[in-house]
């Protein structure tokens, strides 16, 4: 049974960083791409930042320069350093894992097979 587990969110003022984690289980990590997307209330969830198999990254306009992604596939795990955060970064983050994408043989982000519960970023003075 797949499971990925999330953690590192919480509230942080503007301007401030959070580094979120998540630890997959049940499957080879290291042949899946893997992603972290955003949803807002009563929005579509939408790809923020991801990372290929092979080390590739994408990172949607919004987040280029404040975020990185990273993965460590000896520990299973992702990571999404977030720095100078801001109002509009507010959403339940969540990550995922699936199938690398390529549009003209960029990594452009994944087909999701499974997914994260979600966690809650809040940046709120």
């Known amino acids: 049974q797949v499971q990925l587990l999330e953690s590192g969110g919480g509230l942080v003022q503007p301007g401030g960083s959070l580094r979120l984690a998540c630890a997959a289980s049940?499957?080879?990590?290291?042949?899946?791409?893997m992603g972290w997307y955003r949803q807002a209330p009563g929005k579509e969830r939408e790809l923020g930042v991801g990372?290929?198999?092979?080390?590739?990254?994408f990172y949607a306009d919004s987040v280029k320069g404040r975020f990185t992604i990273s993965r460590d596939n000896a520990k299973n795990t992702a990571y999404l350093q977030m720095n100078s955060l801001k109002p509009e970064d507010t959403d339940v983050y969540y990550c995922?894992?699936?199938?690398?994408?390529?549009?003209?043989?960029?990594?452009?982000?994944?087909?999701?097979?499974?997914w994260g519960q979600g966690t809650q970023v809040t940046v709120s003075s």
């Open positions: 990372i290929s198999s092979f080390g590739h990254t």
């Open positions: 995922a894992v699936g199938k690398n994408q390529w549009t003209n043989h960029v990594f452009s982000g994944l087909s999701a097979d499974y």
């Open positions: 049940g499957l080879t990590f290291g042949r899946y791409a």
